[in-house]
């Protein structure tokens, strides 16, 4: 097989595997403000022993996503060289921002986060929960930056020729805030939100279902249920915007999402359907110039086709980029119709006597990772056949030694870790759950009645060690 299509394997199975941490890292990050908001506000011990129990599942959590993420880097250098030679001066800056200021804020206020309990008080906890957040979410700021400038670069000059060309920044604020980088970093932040707000609300409804920990159970599903609700509808808004961004900046990768050929014909939005790029034919159940309407407000103007553009200009892989789209967009119309839902059920005070919809957030926690699985997919491979957009081709990004033989062992060796690490991932997570909130409280001086101060029980068996030993000396 061709090296340049392993080499892409390869990246986008190791990224689609690491995505599947950092999105729950963020989304917990906020459930976990709430939360601990809530027990800061009410005193309510119930709280207390949600806010513990996720922060465990997030520390899981963040570890494999720090361990899954490491690999990336090194594929830079291995697989990517020329890549990495271009645009190091650029992505470098980012993932070093991304390290100074957010890894460094998270696992630095993680430390207080999973110890502080009684050993700082209750405020600097909170604030340690925030700073997590936080720089959960300056991580997603820049990469996203990043791979947004790839998407649509600004602020940079290129210096040199052929091989020896590399970009270099020469506005570092346009290239953070290009054309696209705003849109996209909305988009992303708030499918990682969605993605830990279903895990929370799909471990609740299966303790409610088991009747188990109702107490705690139950006010965390409606806190997840309320997030999920608002940032559900909010990801519709968004959508459509980043949406936007694509008609103006890559209008190929627009007509790829869509299956759209004819550039003197209007535009169907499809709302799902078949692309036969042989025939370039798009068949299925479509809004007659839905697309063109969504761009200019015309049912009846034309949008740019794939025929716009040169072959080699434009996305290879037509129907891939059609059908991920596509997905990301019905898993999106699930979760809103899902928490709508639940919130009417929840109005009428019936909402945990619906096992059914219950049985079904159980499994919901899948579609928030495949609709982010896949509008990273629609992105990545609509703007092919470039890696940096009209400027450096994918084929020409490869590093030159590499060999076929190399990358399919690395991928081969990849695969069996990254086996291990989800049925380790799946293990210990379905561990947590079945021990369950309850089993949270730490073992500290002011919690263990045998070594609390003044306890009846340290009292009582003190009293008795001294009689014994006036009992003995008379």
């Known amino acids: 097989m061709d090296v340049e299509i392993l080499a892409r394997i390869q990246f986008a199975f190791t990224i689609a595997f690491h995505y599947i941490y950092p999105p729950l890292s963020i989304g917990l990050g906020l459930l976990l403000v709430i939360m601990e908001a809530m027990y800061l506000k009410t005193k309510d011990p119930r709280y207390e022993q949600m806010t513990r129990f996720w922060i465990r599942i997030f520390a899981l959590i963040f570890g494999i996503g720090v361990a899954t993420g490491i690999i990336m880097e090194f594929e830079f250098g291995t697989n990517w060289a020329t890549y990495s030679k271009y645009v190091g001066d650029i992505f470098g800056s980012a993932l070093a921002a991304e390290g100074i200021f957010a890894f460094a804020l998270e696992s630095g206020f993680l430390g207080v986060l999973l110890f502080g309990w009684k050993r700082v008080g209750p405020k600097i906890h909170f604030l340690a929960t925030i700073m997590v957040f936080v720089g959960s979410m300056f991580s997603a700021v820049w990469i996203v930056v990043a791979n947004s400038w790839q998407q649509t670069p600004a602020g940079f000059h290129i210096v040199g020729q052929g091989l020896n060309a590399r970009a270099e920044i020469t506005d570092f604020w346009a290239m953070v805030f290009n054309p696209s980088s705003v849109d996209r970093l909305l988009h992303v932040w708030i499918g990682a939100i969605l993605a830990g707000a279903f895990l929370v609300l799909s471990i609740n409804a299966w303790y409610i279902l088991k009747k188990r920990h109702l107490d705690i159970a139950r006010p965390a599903f409606k806190i997840a249920l309320a997030v999920a609700t608002v940032f559900s509808l909010s990801q519709l808004f968004i959508g459509s915007r980043s949406a936007d961004g694509v008609a103006k900046n890559q209008p190929a990768k627009l007509a790829a999402m869509e299956g759209h050929y004819d550039s003197l014909a209007r535009a169907d939005m499809f709302l799902f359907g078949w692309v036969n790029q042989q025939t370039q034919q798009t068949t299925g159940v479509k809004i007659p110039g839905g697309l063109s309407f969504l761009i200019h407000q015309d049912f009846n103007k034309p949008v740019p086709g794939l025929n716009s553009f040169k072959k080699d200009e434009r996305p290879t892989q037509v129907n891939a980029v059609f059908q991920f789209y596509h997905i990301m967009i019905a898993m999106g119309m699930l979760m809103i119709g899902m928490t709508l839902l639940a919130c009417w059920y929840w109005r009428k005070g019936v909402l945990f006597e619906k096992k059914w919809l219950l049985y079904a957030f159980v499994w919901a926690v899948l579609l928030p990772q495949v609709a982010n699985q896949c509008g990273w997919f629609t992105a990545e491979m ?29 991928l081969i060796l990849f695969t069996v870790v990254y086996a291990f690490l989800l049925v380790l991932f799946l293990f210990m997570l379905n561990r947590k759950i079945q021990h369950g909130p309850e089993a949270t409280h730490d073992r500290d001086e002011d919690s263990d009645p045998y070594t609390k101060r003044n306890s009846p029980l340290l009292t009582q068996e003190k009293g008795s060690a001294l009689d014994r030993l006036g009992t003995e000396n008379s």
């Open 382 to 410: 609509g703007r092919q056949p470039w890696v940096v957009y009209g400027l450096l081709r994918t084929s020409d990004a490869l590093s030159k030694a590499v060999t076929a033989n190399q990358v399919i062992f690395s």
